[in-house]
């Protein structure tokens, strides 16, 4: 009411009469910040609910940005937005909605008992003193299709809460990095927020960096993983491989407490703030190149500088067993051996700290 602009939420209610809900707006939001501000000048809040809309409409909702959401959606939906101004209020909503609930919370403030619901977290939620909604009007389409959205339960991958909230998790933690790290690759946000983030460390401690921006830029990311560009952080098998592999517990465990956080964690036990945990899965600057951190697989025979023999080649240099195939052009290893096998006879034939062959002097 005091700006103009238009805030997109997404709510739910809990029907308490003909013409009466409660709606939870007990977490930290662009709505509730509204809603006080009416309350303390003892005005209603005009609002109205719509019941099937686009899906850019949904995610739109979920974001916290500043400005008007509806231009949010207009741009998530890749056209413009048609409006249409509700009739017992001033609020445009889209023009293509099934169904709008319009009405007001009223100036009493939190004074309904609401709940519990299941919440998207997967648990019930305690019961709440929320606002009152009243009802002023209802509108919808010929044919009107009647569009719930799906919560709450031990399947979160499978509710519409839990992809909605990932999207923008992923969305708010992939602007932060931008500013706290130099190389992000690509994040990921599971339907319970747990993050993973690939990148592409420069210095030590980057990736410590990256957890301490992640602890801090939302409240519902709780547990944060951070891996080097070569693991697909949309892998489990391969994050598996990481933490048993490049992470120790007594080095690369960072745990940090006093967070704001989401007040509707079972775990809390009622506290109000909260510990995070970030896991570094990275390599150690230092150790990177290293024997110990290459990965095994199948030599890659490619083109290189050709040498009459094993011994011409190493006196090149050192090379491992497949950089003397490529130099002596040849894709069978047994043809490698007998040189190989005439140089450590001769006393002649060394081997370097990672195994490379080389010439002794």
Same mark, same amino acid.
């Given at each position: 009411?005091?700006?103009?602009?238009?805030?997109?939420?997404?709510?739910?209610? +809990?029907?308490?009469?003909?013409?009466?809900?409660?709606?939870?707006?007990?977490?930290?939001?662009?709505?509730?910040?509204?809603?006080?501000?009416?309350?303390?000048?003892?005005?209603?809040?005009?609002?109205?609910?719509?019941?099937?809309?686009?899906?850019? @409409?949904?995610? $739109?909702?979920?974001?916290?940005? #500043?400005?008007?959401?509806? =231009?949010?959606?207009?741009?998530?939906?890749?056209?413009?937005? #048609?409006? @249409?101004?509700?009739?017992?209020?001033?609020?445009?909503?889209?023009?293509?909605?099934?169904?709008?609930? %319009?009405?007001?919370?009223? %100036?009493?403030?939190?004074?309904?008992?609401?709940? #519990?619901?299941?919440?998207? +977290?997967?648990?019930?939620?305690?019961?709440? =003193?929320?606002?009152?909604?009243?009802?002023?009007?209802?509108?919808?389409?010929?044919?009107?299709?009647?569009?719930?959205?799906?919560?709450?339960?031990?399947?979160?991958?499978?509710?519409?809460?839990? &992809?909605?909230?990932?999207?923008?998790?992923?969305?708010?933690?992939?602007?932060?990095?931008?500013?706290?790290?130099?190389?992000?690759? $690509?994040?990921?946000?599971?339907?319970?927020?747990?993050?993973?983030?690939?990148?592409?460390?420069?210095?030590?401690?980057?990736?410590?960096?990256?957890?301490? !921006?992640?602890?801090? !830029?939302?409240?519902?990311?709780?547990?944060?993983?951070?891996?080097?560009?070569?693991?697909?952080?949309?892998?489990? &098998? +391969? +994050?598996?491989?990481?933490?048993?592999?490049?992470? &120790?517990?007594?080095?690369?465990?960072?745990? %940090?407490?006093?967070?704001?956080?989401?007040?509707?964690?079972?775990?809390?036990?009622?506290?109000?703030?909260?510990?995070? @945990?970030?896991?570094?899965?990275?390599?150690?600057?230092?150790?990177?190149?290293?024997?110990?951190?290459?990965?095994?697989?199948?030599?890659?025979?490619?083109?290189?500088?050709?040498?009459?023999?094993?011994?011409?080649?190493? =006196?090149?240099? #050192?090379?491992?067993?497949?950089?003397?195939?490529?130099?002596?052009?040849?894709?069978?290893?047994?043809?490698?051996?007998?040189?190989? %096998?005439?140089?450590?006879?001769?006393?002649?034939?060394?081997?370097?700290?990672?195994?490379?062959?080389?010439?002794?002097?």
């Amino acid at each position: 009411p005091q700006t103009g602009l238009t805030n997109i939420g997404c709510r739910r209610m +809990m029907i308490t009469g003909r013409h009466e809900a409660g709606v939870d707006v007990t977490a930290p939001s662009d709505l509730r910040a509204i809603y006080e501000g009416s309350v303390a000048r003892g005005e209603r809040l005009p609002v109205s609910f719509v019941l099937g809309a686009h899906p850019s @409409v949904h995610l $739109a909702g979920s974001m916290r940005i #500043p400005g008007d959401e509806t =231009q949010l959606a207009a741009k998530l939906r890749g056209a413009s937005l #048609p409006v @249409v101004k509700c009739v017992t209020n001033d609020i445009r909503v889209p023009a293509d909605a099934e169904i709008i609930l %319009e009405g007001y919370l009223d %100036e009493r403030g939190y004074v309904q008992d609401e709940g #519990p619901f299941g919440e998207f +977290m997967g648990y019930y939620g305690l019961m709440k =003193q929320n606002p009152v909604f009243h009802l002023t009007a209802i509108t919808m389409r010929r044919d009107a299709l009647f569009q719930t959205s799906t919560i709450s339960g031990p399947q979160l991958r499978r509710t519409d809460s839990g &992809q909605l909230g990932a999207v923008r998790t992923e969305t708010v933690v992939w602007r932060a990095l931008q500013s706290a790290i130099r190389e992000p690759i $690509a994040v990921y946000a599971s339907t319970v927020n747990n993050v993973r983030l690939s990148m592409r460390p420069r210095v030590p401690g980057e990736a410590r960096n990256a957890i301490a !921006c992640l602890f801090g !830029c939302l409240a519902n990311v709780k547990n944060v993983y951070v891996v080097d560009d070569d693991i697909d952080i949309f892998d489990d &098998q +391969m +994050m598996d491989w990481a933490m048993a592999t490049r992470y &120790q517990p007594d080095r690369d465990l960072i745990v %940090e407490g006093g967070f704001r956080v989401v007040p509707i964690d079972p775990s809390l036990h009622g506290e109000k703030v909260g510990a995070k @945990v970030g896991f570094d899965l990275t390599i150690a600057t230092n150790r990177k190149g290293s024997m110990e951190f290459t990965v095994s697989g199948p030599p890659a025979i490619a083109e290189g500088q050709r040498f009459d023999s094993v011994l011409a080649a190493l =006196q090149d240099g #050192p090379k491992f067993y497949r950089d003397l195939m490529v130099a002596t052009g040849t894709r069978d290893a047994r043809d490698v051996i007998p040189e190989l %096998e005439a140089l450590r006879s001769g006393g002649r034939l060394g081997r370097g700290s990672d195994g490379e062959f080389q010439l002794k002097d």
